[in-house]
């Protein structure tokens, strides 16, 4: 089992800059690809960044490549977001997520086994 805690969500205005962080415990952290998602009210969650196991490759939905990073450190055992010139569209709760074993892909919320709780994203006009 692994256990993700979400942080650093929070309310911004639009342009404004905020990192989000996840706390993974439990089993080995290493283990494989780890990502964030986000699900914004009446909507699906969807992917936004996933980075490999070793941290050497990285994946971003094209709505924030370019605004967003994602990057891991797997002595700390955390997973960062750094985000950057956000927009009101970015809203939504953004949760961290883990593969047990390597599904093959990124970019499916059907390719993670292990999902925190989520943080709150709120970026103003």
């Known amino acids: 089992q692994v256990q993700l805690v979400e942080s650093g969500g929070g309310l911004v205005q639009a342009g404004d800059s905020l990192r989000l962080s996840c706390a993974a415990s439990?089993?080995?952290?290493?283990?494989?690809?780890m990502g964030w998602f986000r699900q914004a009210p009446g909507k699906e969650r969807e992917f936004v960044a996933a980075?490999?196991?070793?941290?050497?490759?990285?994946y971003y939905a094209g709505s924030v490549k370019g605004r967003f990073t994602i990057s891991r450190d797997n002595a700390k055992n955390t997973l960062d977001l750094q985000m950057n010139s956000l927009k009101p569209e970015d809203t939504a709760v953004y949760y961290c997520?883990?593969?047990?074993?390597?599904?093959?892909?990124?970019?499916?919320?059907?390719?993670?086994?292990?999902w925190g709780q989520g943080t709150q994203v709120t970026v103003s006009s």
């Open positions: 997520a883990a593969q047990g074993f390597y599904s093959g892909g990124y970019y499916r919320v059907t390719d993670y086994d292990y």
């Open positions: 439990g089993r080995t952290f290493t283990s494989n690809a």
């Open positions: 980075i490999s196991r070793i941290g050497g490759s990285t």
